[in-house]
T-cell receptor, first 111, second 117 residues
Framework: NAGVTQTPKFRVLKTGQSMTLLCAQD?????MYWYRQDPGMGLRLIHY???????AKGEVPDGYNVSRLKKQNFLLGLESAAPSQTSVYFC??????????FGPGTRLLVL | AQKITQTQPGMFVQEKEAVTLDCTYD???????LFWYKQPSSGEMIFLIY??????QNATEGRYSLNFQKARKSANLVISASQLGDSAMYFC??????????????FGEGTQLTVNP
């Protein structure tokens, strides 16, 4: 039981490049989330999903898109990366409105 | 809007002593949940403890307990018998009932705990 996994662990992008972060969970959770963590701050919600095929905006959605084609996967896309998107990205999942369990994080550096 | 405030950027404690990490919150939701997460230097977010706003008793999980004072809107984390491995960043977070369609969490800025030998 791997829990929540994230791919990749670390990535460097140039401004304007695009990329997709993959989150996978094997706990059969309905809800999944993407957060970002900036230095000295707590986590802020980017987008979330309450089920396969559904997505919704969180607190800081601009510049990101998401897709939930399969229940176990939640993808976060950056269409045109900007230096302001340099951050650590965390994926989480939960059984409905219960406790959220987090993945190990992806460190993204945009030059 | 929901808000979590952690007023202690850093805390120090001697090994084997108890320490309290402060958390105050603000919400207009009649029902909500409060969480504490630990983030060690390796970066992962580890769930520690949960308290529901209607729970009659304070939550406990091993050496962790949550001192919940609803009237004061505080949800302090108490770590008993501190260990060197407790050195980490600790985040308080809240989920409001209006946001259960998504169950989003609002996080505080965290408290860096250092346990000294």
């Amino acid at each position: 039981n791997a829990g929540v996994t994230q791919t990749p662990k670390f990535r460097v992008l140039k401004t304007g490049q695009s990329m997709t972060l993959l989150c996978a969970q094997d706990m059969n959770h309905e809800y999944m989330y993407w957060y970002r963590q900036d230095p000295g701050m707590g986590l802020r919600l980017i987008h979330y999903s309450v089920g396969e095929g559904t997505t919704a905006k969180g607190e800081v959605p601009d510049g990101y898109n998401v897709s939930r084609l399969k229940k176990q996967n939640f993808l976060l896309g950056l269409e045109s990366a900007a230096p302001s998107q340099t951050s650590v990205y965390f994926c989480a999942s939960s059984y409905l409105a219960e406790t959220q369990y987090f993945g190990p994080g992806t460190r993204l550096l945009v030059l | 809007a929901q808000k979590i405030t952690q007023t202690q950027p850093g805390m120090f404690v001697q090994e084997k002593e108890a320490v309290t990490l402060d958390c105050t919150y603000d919400t207009s939701d009649p029902s909500y949940g409060l969480f504490w997460y630990k983030q060690p230097s390796s970066g992962e977010m580890i769930f520690l403890i949960y308290q529901g706003s209607y729970d009659q008793q304070n939550a406990t999980e091993g050496r962790y307990s949550l001192n919940f004072q609803k009237a004061r809107k505080s949800a302090n984390l108490v770590i008993s018998a501190s260990q060197l491995g407790d050195s980490a960043m600790y985040f308080c977070a809240m989920r409001g009932v209006k946001e259960t369609s998504g169950s989003r969490l609002t996080f505080g800025e965290g408290t860096q705990l250092t346990v000294n030998p």
